[in-house]
């Protein structure tokens, strides 16, 4: 048995569960073998973990919506139980141009590709997401964007963004000052990205109340992520067991996109990936998304994109030739064992 308490701050529970709780209603109907109970702001789901985690994805969606549009119909909560996907339908400015967040100044940030809305999508039905691509094509930018918004949503509570300490094929040895001036270097992608979406006065009160935290990833051990938008970046640099170790620091009440580029591998030694093995053993687990972008989503300089494309060309064309010798010397030492 599971049971799940969701809390939803800022909204009118009539406006979310209708007049008499007919939305609230059409949810029971749909998800029968799970109990549903509201008190206030609080909702409290019962029963198989498989179904309670279903309904909660519905649930969120409808809370999500409420509040992008301030309105939230029966026939739009008949669609979303009946499987559509009211992202694409209902939310303003379709088509993947609605905005996620408003930046500094005022700046829209939204898809610019479409992967990056099959990014956003993805979020909003799964509670883990594999988001895979080389670099340029949005990845850590998109997330850290659902984070701010789901922040700003009360959709969670906090935002935790981490990411592997491993050094891009250079050594750079002693790093002066205390933990905070070793890591910082490692996170600033990440600083980077929070800087274009938020005002300085407010990511600094974020960042001294802890409502966003960005650490190592080595400093999630023995944590539970609960009631948290968790981004892991560079994933493609984390081994097997601290893959595993994150993945199972999620709580019932967490969103999570995990960003990895599989091209830029910075283990030491020949050490595998754990991004790939992941992506392997959980492939086909229900609430476990994966979008794959590729160079047609750059979004910096024109010329990223044709530097990605030479060089998958190149190693393309690499791996053929091993192929062809490979190929070659077996059909030589067939030969030689003829004779």
Not at 77 to 106: A, C, I, K, M, Q
Not at 111 to 128: E, F, H, R, Y
Not at 170 to 175: A, I, M, N, R, V
Not at 312 to 333: H, M, P, T, V, Y
Request: charged fraction near 30%.
């Amino acid at each position: 048995m599971s049971e799940i308490i969701l809390t939803v701050e800022g909204l009118d529970p009539v406006a979310l569960f209708g007049e008499k709780n007919v939305k609230l209603n059409l949810l029971k109907k749909a998800f029968p073998d799970i109990t549903i109970t509201s008190r206030g702001n609080n909702l409290k789901l019962s029963g198989e973990k498989k179904d309670t985690q279903k309904a909660k994805k519905k649930l969120e969606m409808m809370v999500r919506l409420l509040r992008a549009e301030h309105t939230l119909s029966v026939q739009t909560v008949e669609d979303l139980l009946n499987g559509s996907n009211p992202f694409e339908t209902h939310l303003p400015n379709g088509n993947g141009t609605s905005t996620l967040v408003y930046g500094r100044n005022g700046k829209p940030i939204k898809a610019k590709t479409v992967n990056q809305k099959k990014l956003i999508d993805s979020s909003d039905i799964n509670d883990i997401v594999f988001a895979l691509g080389p670099a340029g094509t949005g990845k850590t930018y998109t997330a850290v964007a659902l984070a701010v918004r789901a922040l700003k949503n009360k959709v969670v509570k906090k935002i935790i963004l981490t990411r592997p300490a491993v050094e891009a094929g250079e050594s750079l040895g002693f790093l002066p000052g205390d933990l905070k001036d070793k890591v910082d270097p490692y996170l600033r992608p990440l600083y980077d990205a929070l800087d274009d979406m938020l005002p300085v006065e407010k990511l600094n009160y974020f960042m001294t109340n802890r409502v966003i935290e960005v650490a190592p990833l080595a400093f999630m051990r023995g944590r539970t992520l609960d009631n948290a938008f968790i981004i892991l970046d560079e994933a493609q640099n984390t081994t097997s067991m601290q893959l595993k170790m994150f993945l199972t620091r999620i709580g019932p009440s967490a969103k999570c996109i995990i960003t990895g580029d599989l091209t830029q591998i910075d283990l030491p030694g020949r050490q595998r990936s754990g991004l790939i093995k992941a992506l392997d053993i959980l492939r086909g687990v229900d609430g476990i998304g994966r979008v794959n972008l590729s160079a047609d989503d750059v979004v910096r300089h024109r010329l990223v994109k044709e530097i990605i494309k030479a060089y998958d060309k190149d190693s393309q064309e690499k791996k053929a030739l091993k192929i062809k010798k490979a190929e070659e010397n077996g059909k030589a030492k067939s030969e030689g064992e003829e004779e």
